[in-house]
Antibody, heavy 121, light 112 residues
């Protein structure tokens, strides 16, 4: 059973960079075939896909966030990470990491429990 | 603002059938498969339906999905108290800005 766990600071100051890590257990990121993703949910609101990375390092980002997002992978630690720069209060959200699997198109079959990140001075 | 529109709420009594709609356009539902996620209160979303009508292992068969044109639907037959949750449709959207995975506005299902 694959499990994902997010970690990182719960509070980030405006204009700084939000950094989160997702640790994967029960499966190897480098085994291939999956798209390791970040998705967020603003308080009381809907879901927003941020982007994903393939084990090879290739990435794809939400066009509306692309200029501020970097997703990277560390196969030696079985982790992948999110960096979101120049944050504002609008980036306050619960951030989820998830595994994307491709069958016809990619969908997300395993999710972490989520971590709340608040942007405030 | 989401490009996939769902009714904000739906309700039913135990045992009833509840249907949730998801309206999109030719750039998303009209040309790509639809997935559905269930989010129980205070928890992460869980995959419920993928590729329009496929259930992952462990999802009860009283959950079913369908798609027609630029709309999709999720049906819950034999509604149970544990089905009280938020439900989101999702699909890839191929717009001028590029490819983006978009979620619906969400529907809160209440079991009366």
């Amino acid at each position: 059973q694959v499990q994902l766990q997010e970690s990182g600071p719960g509070l980030v100051k405006p204009s700084q960079t939000l950094s989160l890590t997702c640790t994967v257990s029960g499966g190897s990121i480098s085994s291939g075939g999956y798209y390791w993703s970040w998705i967020r949910q603003h308080p009381g609101k809907g879901l927003e896909w941020i982007g994903y990375i393939y084990y090879s390092g290739s990435t794809y980002y939400n066009p509306s966030l692309k200029s501020r997002v970097t997703i990277s992978v560390d196969t030696s630690k079985n982790q992948f990470s999110l960096k979101l720069s120049s944050v504002t209060a609008a980036d306050t959200a619960v951030y989820y990491c998830a595994r994307g699997v491709e069958q016809q198109l990619v969908y997300f079959d395993y999710w972490g429990q989520g971590t709340l990140v608040t942007v405030s001075s | 603002q989401s490009v996939l529109t769902q009714p904000p709420s739906a309700s039913g009594t135990p045992g009833q059938r509840v249907t949730i709609s998801c309206s999109g356009s030719s750039s998303n539902i009209g040309s790509n498969t639809v997935n559905w996620y269930q989010q129980l209160p205070g928890t992460a979303p869980k995959l419920l339906i993928y590729s329009n009508n496929q259930r992952p292992s462990g999802v009860p068969d009283r959950f079913s999905g369908s798609k027609s044109g630029t709309s999709a639907s999720l049906a819950i037959s034999g509604l149970q108290s544990e089905d009280e949750a938020d439900y989101y449709c999702a699909a890839w959207d191929d717009s001028l800005n590029g490819l983006n995975y978009v979620f619906g506005t969400g529907t809160k299902v209440t079991v009366l």
